[in-house]
């Protein structure tokens, strides 16, 4: 259902033409989901006159796209079914429900089955791919959607690679944020928070600067916001050329262009319209509350003073209206114009009306929203096709209990029991830092967002090696002159607390899972290694840390965040598990005990802990 909103939120609204590099058609949805009435309990399909086309076809209450001559149905439930339209009749593409999908583009589209498992089929229904979910060596926990002949997917690891309809993956997933290709090139962000551009090949067209954000390409540009002491600054460049069209020196904002034309904000919070070269385009000039907003058929779309204005390319003033509130290109021939009353009227580019009544569009979405958008909501295709993704809830429980758990018996956990010293913990889990997303934006999808930012690299925690030892506490010690020097007190684990029992240690398994492991002893972890000070007073001093290899295990937990995968059927493989090793369930205590020793074990649908007793 999450997903479901978010598609409702962003994308229910969208009517455009197609801005990939394939074959083309004038608008996005094939037809317009609309309700006749308010009240209505069913959703009808008009086309882009206002003819109807299919009438009370789908429940109010479902989501309604339909591409490629394809209608996608999300239902309330989070189900996703497959339509066509038949001798004006709707027939099923596929006879069943999918337990999640995406739209067609560009011939294909991505489901996932009852087990979680990701396929790609085409508009005959027919499989291409019939595991999404694994490709190679990689195991995929994301994918986008098919556009400009690629699709962007995210591995276990967290990385973002490109792979095309055969199953080939074209680029590795080296990246830690990606966005669709678009007319051959995408932006990318790898794990030390750069930014680039790349084109299919994966080759690096343009590579970012620090402390700049950067917006989505059109055609060769791209808008960026860079600081300016206490303020922040637009400008515009041709990341082919590496030329600034605009410098940034004067405009609050710059939108995303579009065909050549540009909505631009300047210091006084006030918007105009520049062309690709940033000269004022006729009458357009920075006086609007809004963006205007360029369509591909040559209209530019304003409002002021409480009138949506239409005009042509020039600036030239076309039409005035009073009786709509916001004003949106369709393609190259139609407008959509809603009114006061929420409904909308479908007008050709001259502003006289084409459709015979007004409807209601069948979807959630706020109007004024539209306006603060930074691109054409409606038109640019191959920004927004970055919103439709799909998760894969497909899992080996075999490959990621064997990452995790290793095994399970009556006295040992993970190759741990209560006989194992600090020392051995160290080498069978050495450590790692907990290490968060680099995404400098994002959603909690780990989708996309408009918004690239390049930061300072993120530092990577220092891990403990014999051969570069880590240091702290100075000690004080003379050299062959007797002249005092000071030296670091040698510490081989500066991750122990040396007023600390307990030892953590990180992991991410397979399927993108975030394991914690963490060890309680009966003694402090970490002890000092003392010697006198042999210049000024007999004191001790710290020279050094070594391992207390006296503490005794005393628990040891496995903590792990499962993200997409069900956590029921995990628990309940997990309770198979432990009942084989010898464990048996006190329903009573909600614990597990066994006849060979006091241990006992608790499992929740997250962590596993083991309690030695002997």
Do not use: H
């Amino acid at each position: 259902m999450k997903n479901l909103k978010k598609i409702t939120l962003f994308l229910t609204i969208i009517l455009m033409i197609v801005s990939c590099g394939v074959k083309q058609k004038e608008y996005f949805y094939d037809y317009i989901p609309v309700k006749l009435k308010s009240d209505d309990k069913k959703i009808s399909l008009i086309d882009y006159d206002g003819n109807l086309i299919l009438e009370d076809e789908f429940d109010a209450t479902s989501t309604i796209i339909p591409t490629e001559d394809v209608i996608t149905e999300f239902k309330r439930d989070g189900k996703v079914r497959y339509w066509q339209i038949v001798d004006k009749k709707l027939k099923p593409l596929v006879d069943m429900d999918y337990n999640g999908g995406t739209p067609f583009f560009e011939g294909v589209a991505i489901v996932r089955d009852e087990k979680g498992l990701l396929s790609l089929i085409n508009t005959n229904g027919e499989t291409l791919i019939p595991n999404l979910s694994n490709i190679g060596e990689y195991q995929i926990v994301v994918t986008g959607v098919m556009s400009d002949g690629l699709i962007r997917f995210k591995t276990s690891e967290g990385l973002w690679g490109y792979l095309n309809k055969s199953g080939e993956i074209k680029i590795k997933p080296t990246y830690t944020v990606s966005e669709n290709f678009v007319n051959g090139y995408a932006r990318v962000m790898t794990s030390d928070n750069s930014f680039s551009v790349i084109d299919k090949k994966g080759e690096i067209i343009f590579k970012g600067d620090e402390d700049i954000t950067y917006y989505p390409i059109s055609e060769s540009y791209m808008s960026f916001k860079k600081k300016n002491g206490n303020e922040y600054l637009s400008g515009l460049i041709d990341f082919k050329s590496k030329e600034k069209i605009i410098k940034d020196s004067k405009y609050e904002t710059i939108n995303v262009p579009y065909n050549g034309y540009i909505s631009v904000k300047n210091q006084d919070d006030e918007w105009g319209m520049l062309n690709s070269k940033g000269e004022i385009i006729g009458d357009l000039r920075f006086k609007y509350e809004r963006a205007p907003v360029y369509s591909i058929s040559g209209s530019i779309i304003a409002k002021e003073d409480k009138k949506i204005k239409i005009f042509n390319n020039k600036g030239e003033l076309i039409k005035s209206f009073d009786d709509y509130t916001t004003i949106y290109p369709m393609g190259k021939k139609r407008l959509f114009a809603w009114r006061k009353n929420g409904k909308f009227d479908i007008l050709d580019n001259d502003g006289k009306e084409v459709s015979k009544e007004s409807y209601i569009f069948a979807g959630i979405f706020n109007v004024d929203r539209l306006y603060n958008e930074m691109f054409s909501t409606f038109e640019q295709t191959g920004i927004v096709k970055n919103y439709f993704s799909i998760k894969s809830k497909y899992f080996e429980f075999e490959k990621n209990y064997s990452s995790i758990f290793k095994n399970i018996s009556t006295d040992d956990l993970a190759s741990i029991n209560s006989s194992t010293s600090i020392e051995q913990v160290l080498g069978k889990f050495p450590f790692k830092s907990y290490i968060g997303s680099t995404r400098s934006s994002s959603n909690s999808d780990d989708n996309y967002s408009l918004s690239f930012t390049v930061t300072l690299g993120k530092s990577t925690a220092t891990q403990s090696s014999n051969n570069a030892p880590l240091v702290d506490t100075a000690a004080v010690v003379t050299n062959e002159n007797n002249n005092v020097q000071p030296q670091k007190a040698i510490d081989n684990y500066p991750y122990l607390n040396t007023y600390s029992s307990q030892y953590k240690t990180y992991l991410t398994a397979s399927n993108g899972i975030n394991v914690t492991y963490t060890f309680n002893f009966d003694q402090n972890l970490k002890t000092e290694v003392l010697g006198k000070d042999p210049v000024f007073t007999e004191e001790e001093t710290t020279v050094g840390y070594e391992l207390n290899k006296e503490g005794k295990l005393i628990s040891f937990s496995i903590d792990y965040s499962l993200g997409e995968i069900d956590t029921k059927i995990f628990y309940d493989n997990m309770v198979k598990k432990i009942t084989e090793a010898g464990w048996i369930k006190d329903e009573a205590k909600n614990y597990f005990i066994n006849s060979k020793n006091q241990n006992k074990l608790v499992l929740s649908n997250s962590q596993i802990t083991i309690f030695y007793f002997n």
